[in-house]
């Protein structure tokens, strides 16, 4: 590798090997331009690389020190041009991509023209760090009424040809925000305003709603702190309104066969998932306020109870009155278990989200730790009613699974497809924490809090395992119209549990008087633990219309 001394030809590092999916993707179902490999954006037609030249190494810096790489797409189809590089940490096997673009606008001012200029951005040539030779960021310089949408790399001081890249007319994009950290000399980027960055970067609104931004796959290399104003930008979907791109019925039923998850509930979970029709059915009570001693039971597909308008805490959901039937009735019933799945355009409709919801009738209680002390929290954490879920973010260019979501509590977190468990080809391995129902990639114990002192999220395997893949139900898809009807509980808009009817700060007296360190904990729980209020379905979450919380 270049100028890399023997002595240091020690490690084969993650990104040397490049991660494909256990599976050979399926042919999809034919219809529309789902998986066609070309999305056409409004005169502007892009496709996907994923075939790349490693142009620079370091061997130091970004994630876990491990370093990270510079790529040069290659393998790009005739009349279509790069837009920037890709870059990515050492630390993981390569599985990255950027978009390619052929001008098609019929216009005098094309889509794409040719930069003007090169700006260097930063040199390591003075750097001593460890690396395979001197590498160049270049920052390209776009004619006026263009925008450049990333950089190039190369490992001469000498310019790149103009021929290297090309630069976008101002109408096909949009502003754009930095993200995930890719490499930097400082272990924290936050720390080193002075020093050399590099972040991936995303379009500044992200959601279902006028939100046109299509993600480009490019880096913004910078100096010092992040700019207000990023000089690279990325693309719009002028054409995103015909969902031209999004997969039809057919296609989606083949998404979810090929890549529904196997969810592992925990071998001593007590509070297992039930479908919505199973509590419904055994049970379960819609309360009014001010009517309180006349709760009605609710119908199979929940079309009793209350739709639309806004949370005003005049109804909520409950358990059986009757003792036995409460206690059966908490416990869910995972055999009767479906997914719920909302079916999201995401980046321009340049992706496919697939957010499949799972009910649990009733959320266990807390266990805190601290050290090597276990504590059973007594009530705190329990409520009833919990709505989790696991979302796969799959490219409408060929219908390849980039990352899972995995929710847990208020947050959850993306994972790449690189570093997910799968099972029976393609399927993702969710694992579902004891009690609190926080959705995990590994199994093992993750603590919420400080480093010796937190929450429990316990997750294993057991014989308790759910095909999300078998018992689904499709149950929102805007753009789908009138092929997909909402079932009536989607749209109840108020609580699924009750309030609280225990004083929380009783609950954490008791347990301060035994363990004074709990007091440590306090402002590290997640505020749901807090939360007096049952939770609301899907519909009313953030994510329900926006980018998934991280």
Request: charged share 20%; with cysteine.
């Amino acid at each position: 590798m270049g100028n890399q001394s023997s002595s240091d030809k020690k490690e084969t590092l993650p990104i040397d090997t490049t991660f494909k999916l256990p599976a050979n993707l399926p042919v999809w179902p034919q219809g529309g331009g789902f998986a066609s490999g070309i999305i056409d954006l409004g005169g502007l037609k892009v496709c996907q690389i994923s075939t790349f030249n490693k142009v620079w190494t370091t061997l130091e810096g970004g994630p876990g020190n491990k370093g990270a790489s510079f790529f040069e797409p290659v393998g790009i189809p005739e009349g279509f041009f790069t837009l920037g590089y890709y870059s990515q940490p050492n630390q993981k096997p390569l599985f990255g991509w950027v978009l390619v673009a052929k001008d098609e606008s019929l216009s005098e001012n094309g889509a794409l023209k040719k930069p003007v200029d090169y700006t260097l951005v930063w040199s390591s040539k003075s750097q001593k760090i460890k690396q395979d030779k001197d590498g160049y960021v270049w920052l390209p310089t776009a004619p006026d009424g263009y925008k450049a949408l990333g950089h190039v790399v190369t490992t001469t001081p000498e310019k790149p040809s103009f021929d290297k890249i090309r630069c976008v007319r101002s109408d096909f994009t949009d502003q754009c925000n930095t993200h995930s950290w890719i490499w930097g000399l400082s272990k924290n980027d936050d720390d080193d305003e002075k020093g050399f960055n590099v972040h991936e970067v995303r379009p500044s609104k992200i959601g279902t709603q006028q939100a046109f931004g299509v993600l480009v796959g490019t880096f913004l290399a910078h100096n010092g702190s992040t700019p207000s104003s990023l000089p690279i930008a990325c693309l719009k979907n002028n054409n995103m309104n015909n969902f031209s791109s999004m997969p039809n019925l057919p296609q989606i039923e083949a998404l979810l066969k090929s890549y529904s998850p196997f969810l592992y509930l925990h071998p001593d979970e007590k509070f297992q998932p039930a479908s919505t029709k199973w509590y419904f059915t055994n049970g379960a009570l819609l309360f009014k306020k001010g009517e309180e001693s006349k709760p009605m039971p609710i119908d199979p597909t929940g079309s009793n109870l209350p739709q639309g308008e806004n949370n005003d805490g005049a109804y909520w959901l409950d358990l059986p009155l009757d003792k036995a039937n409460k206690e059966r009735v908490k416990k869910g019933d995972f055999k009767s278990s479906q997914a719920y799945v909302h079916v999201k355009p995401m980046f321009g409709g340049t992706f496919t989200d697939l957010a499949m919801w799972i009910f649990y009738p009733f959320n266990g209680p807390g266990i805190a730790k601290f050290g090597l002390i276990d504590i059973p929290l007594g009530k705190i954490g329990e409520h009833i009613g919990d709505w989790e879920h696991v979302t796969l973010r799959i490219s409408n260019f060929n219908g390849e699974l980039k990352k899972v979501y995995f929710s847990q509590h208020s947050k959850g977190q993306w994972v790449d497809a690189s570093q997910i468990e799968f099972q029976s080809g393609n399927k993702p391995v969710v694992y579902s924490s004891l009690n609190g129902h926080a959705l995990y990639p590994k199994a093992g114990v993750v603590l919420q809090g400080l480093s010796e002192i937190g929450i429990r999220n316990d997750t294993a395997k057991s014989d308790m395992v759910i095909d999300m893949g078998v018992a689904y139900e499709i149950v929102s898809g805007d753009y789908l119209g009138s092929s997909i009807v909402e079932p009536p509980w989607l749209n109840y808009f108020r609580h699924w549990g009750p309030k609280i009817n225990y004083s929380i700060a009783e609950e954490l007296d008791k347990l301060e008087n035994v363990f004074p360190a709990l007091k440590l904990l306090e402002s590290k729980l997640p505020a749901e633990l807090f939360g007096e209020d049952g939770p609301t379905g899907p519909k009313l979450k953030p994510n329900w219309n926006g980018e998934e919380k991280v």
